[in-house]
């Protein structure tokens, strides 16, 4: 059964929104990093705007990226959307329409590995709500951006969590694997 891994970058002050703010952060270690993250998966579940914003991006980088940007092409992509169509996901992805609860317990009963949840703020947000997010990963960037898009609003959904690990970065930056705590 797979398992739904949230990873998101932020600030120290809770921002998600357009991370070009963690570029100084950005090492072979960070690469590395991620590299093992997006290998340990079989699968992307995307908010329709970083769906978007990444499919835009990503078929452009083979060459620049190599098998990071392969791998990122060629994993299948879910995006759980009442305003995109099929038709319009053209980077290898399928639009759920569904019942998002129906729809994310269907993809881990379908995968084995990790389904990676990349940034995807009110999507992170629903699946949290909802009880299916497996690990959220925060990759804690040591900037304060002061205004923007955070990932936990007020209002967002009280739930409890335990840190499992952590990894910390030469730069600063550290990622905080948090995993449900009612799931010991």
């Known amino acids: 059964m797979g398992r739904i891994v949230a990873l998101t970058y932020l600030s120290l002050d809770g921002v998600m929104e357009s991370p070009v703010w963690t570029g100084p952060y950005f090492n072979a270690d960070h690469a590395k990093y991620a590299h093992g993250r997006l290998f340990a998966a079989d699968a992307l579940l995307l908010g329709r705007t970083t769906y978007e914003g990444m499919a835009a991006a990503w078929p452009r980088m083979e060459e620049s990226e190599g098998e990071f940007a392969v791998r990122m092409n060629a994993l299948p992509k879910y995006v759980p959307s009442t305003t995109l169509r099929q038709e319009q996901a053209t980077w290898n992805a399928t639009v759920l329409t569904g019942d998002l609860a129906t729809e994310a317990a269907a993809l881990k009963e379908r995968h084995t590995k990790d389904i990676l949840v990349y940034g995807s703020g009110e999507l992170t947000l629903s699946l949290i709500e909802l009880g299916l997010v ?19 609003p007020e209002g967002a959904p009280a739930t409890n969590w335990r840190l499992a690990a952590t990894h910390a970065f030469a730069t600063g930056a550290v990622v905080l694997d948090y995993r449900p705590a009612d799931r010991e």
Request: glycine fraction near 10%; charge should be positive; hydrophobic fraction near 45%.
């Open 134 to 152: 497996d690990e959220l990963k925060l990759w804690l960037h040591p900037v304060i951006v002061g205004k923007g898009k955070r990932l936990f």
